[in-house]
């Protein structure tokens, strides 16, 4: 005869029917500039090929999330952080690249965001029960809107002082001169990118790694996009201090010194406008559920013992 006796071995563990549910959470990790400065060998480009690593920077983030299905929420995320650019980490190779190593320029810019994405969980329709997440491993992909303020900065050779760039109008913008070059929005708006991959250490608690790629709309997270206009135009529209930061600053060739053929005359190349600058953050996501619709709270795992 066989007697089966069952034995509660676990207490207390949630099960949710697929019903709506919360989360809030905090997100820590590195974020990088893909602009006009630094990168690697060849043309400049806005994507990982001209990551730096030796720049990176750190951000942090707090979100809160709505999931109304297992496969799909809704995140709102605010995002603090750092992107740097520096022409003269460029190893050169007899490329394109050299131009840029020799232009020496440089910028840093901390940022604040908010940002609104989707998450979609694709794995989960082929889930035998989606509703049970209790150490369960699922990708996912992001895409979203934001808006974003940036503030570019480079240290000024003659002070090491930090000196705000917007307001110099390096690249004549604003002026009548240059009637194509507006004042650009230190606020512009982004779209967020992404993938990701979320475990459920509990069912309650979740940690996630996920990289984001923001496009954005504007050449000028950097302060360099286009030509240089030469020192004239600075004493023209800035007062004489203002003007004197402004040339020290506009060309940074030779060393920082500026004046390397080339460099520093009105019409000579100084950026690419062809490209819009761009950032990315790669997060750890800490998320905690905050309520779900739950079938029962006290279910149990039970072993069978067989005599």
Request: aromatic content about 14%; glycine content about 12%.
């Amino acid at each position: 005869m066989l007697v089966s006796i069952f034995f509660p071995s676990k207490i207390n563990a949630q099960y949710n029917d697929g019903g709506p549910f919360s989360e809030i959470g905090i997100t820590i990790g590195p974020s990088n500039f893909l602009g006009d400065l630094g990168g690697h060998l060849g043309k400049g480009q806005t994507f990982l090929k001209d990551n730096n690593f030796n720049l990176t920077k750190l951000s942090i983030g707090a979100h809160y999330s709505y999931y109304p299905k297992d496969w799909l929420g809704f995140r709102f995320a605010l995002n603090i952080g750092k992107l740097e650019g520096n022409d003269n980490i460029i190893k050169g190779k007899g490329g394109l690249e050299e131009s840029r190593y020799y232009r020496n320029l440089s910028f840093q810019s901390k940022f604040f965001e908010a940002i609104v994405v989707g998450e979609v969980y694709p794995t989960v329709f082929m889930e035998e029960d989606p509703s049970d997440v209790y150490h369960k491993l699922r990708p996912y992909g992001i895409a979203g809107i934001g808006l974003f303020h940036f503030n570019p900065q480079a240290i000024d050779p003659a002070t090491g002082q930090l000196v705000n760039l917007r307001p110099l109008h390096l690249e004549g913008q604003g002026s009548a001169e240059y009637p194509d070059r507006k004042n650009y929005s230190l606020w512009q708006p982004n779209i967020p990118l992404g993938v990701g991959i979320k475990y459920w250490l509990n069912d309650n608690v979740s940690l996630g790694l996920e990289v984001i790629y923001r496009k954005t709309f504007t050449d000028y997270i950097d302060d360099v996009s286009t030509t240089y206009v030469g020192n004239a135009f600075y004493d023209t529209h800035l007062s004489p201090s203002q003007a004197a930061i402004a040339k020290r600053l506009a060309d940074r060739s030779n060393n920082g010194a500026g004046g390397a053929p080339g460099y520093g005359l009105a019409g000579e190349k100084r950026g690419d406008s062809s490209q819009k600058d761009a950032y990315y953050t790669f997060g750890i996501k800490l998320g905690v559920r905050l309520g779900s619709n739950d079938k029962f709270n006290n279910s149990t795992r039970c072993p069978v013992i067989r005599f």
